[in-house]
């Protein structure tokens, strides 16, 4: 099986889509459902159903696409560790990360990464840490940074930076120029929250539960997908939020913002650098962990 022909598949599965599958991997369109008849052909079954305009896997496609990508990982591995025999790095290397990290604090490390070893490309997936904790599993992501420990024994968790949330309002609100909140006025107002799966919402439901307060009792008025979203909808005063301090950093300085401290809550959080238990890290990934652990992310 052509392992080219797979990697036109993956792309068609990922990005749902003939067309946009044949321009991620520079073929022609015709080209491509062409290889995928190849392949359904080969294997005696349907592979792709067309629905509307998305292309979605059929349950075939689905176990085919599992052991692609592994297939596809395992020969760029094989090629890294040739290339590291060699004195050589190169190749892709896929990290992901929660909002936070993958906003304020990976991209640094990743320009400085990439200045030491220039032939090594770095893709970022910014995404929940749910969704990073099950790229790792699921060997599409090599290794992540996310917001909250994932309860999984498959995955190793390890402390890697450090973060604190905090009650963010914005300047015309009542609590606004305050010294603190008590933890029993927060459901008097109306809240942002961040999306379940979210590593912020995590740390701060669980400092809510150990400081003996339901999440349940917020007046929760919006549920957002970012912390973009999240610190936007604060500054438009639809509700005010906890935040991650380095996400609302410059507003707070520009004074587009507040924050204050809610009392008897501990809102500091660590970031996790994440990887799959028992698995061997490539010789790319083996590197951006010796860079973070030799200083890069200090």
């Known amino acids: 099986m052509d392992i080219r022909r797979l990697e036109v598949f993956c792309a ?14 520079c073929l022609s369109q015709p080209s491509v459902s062409e290889h995928i008849r190849i392949l359904e052909e080969m294997l005696g079954d349907k592979l792709l159903d067309r629905l509307g305009r998305e292309v979605l896997p059929t349950v075939a496609g689905q176990i085919l696409y599992q052991y692609a ?7 760029d591995e094989a090629i890294q560790a040739i290339e590291n025999q060699k004195g050589n790095l190169s190749g892709q290397l896929v990290v ?25 490309r770095v893709t970022l997936k910014i995404a929940s840490t749910s969704q990073v904790a099950e790229g790792i599993l699921q060997g599409e992501i090599e290794l992540g940074v996310i917001g909250a420990r994932w309860k999984d024994n498959l995955l190793q968790c390890s402390e890697m930076f450090s973060d604190e949330l905090v009650l963010t309002v914005y300047p015309e609100h009542p609590w606004a120029g305050r010294q603190s909140v008590e933890l029993d006025e927060l459901p008097s107002q109306p809240f942002i929250l961040r999306e379940r799966g979210s590593g912020t919402r995590q740390v701060m439901a669980d400092a809510l539960k150990e400081a003996g307060f339901d999440i349940a009792a917020l007046d929760a008025i919006a549920e957002m997908g970012t912390t973009e979203a999240v610190r936007q909808g604060v500054k438009s005063r639809l509700g005010i939020s ?15 913002l507040q924050t204050l401290p809610v009392a008897g809550l501990n809102l500091s959080r ?22 973070l652990g030799g200083g890069g992310g200090r």
């Not at 992901?96 to 990464?113: E, M, N, W």
């Not at 660590?270 to 860079?291: K, S, V, W």
Request: glycine letters at 4%.
């Open 270 to 291: 660590p970031f996790y650098l994440a990887t799959r238990r028992n698995r061997q890290a490539t010789p790319l990934a083996q590197a951006f962990l010796e860079f």
């Open 96 to 120: 992901g990360a929660s909002t936070i990290p993958g906003t304020y604090i990976l991209p640094r490390l990743v320009h400085d990464f990439r200045n030491r070893h220039p032939e090594i």
């Open 69 to 75: 990508r592994r297939i596809i990982r395992l020969r």
């Open 242 to 256: 906890i935040l991650s301090a380095r996400a609302v950093q410059e507003d707070v300085e520009r004074g587009a």
């Open 12 to 25: 068609v599965v990922e990005l749902k889509s003939f067309t946009k599958g044949a321009e991620s991997v």
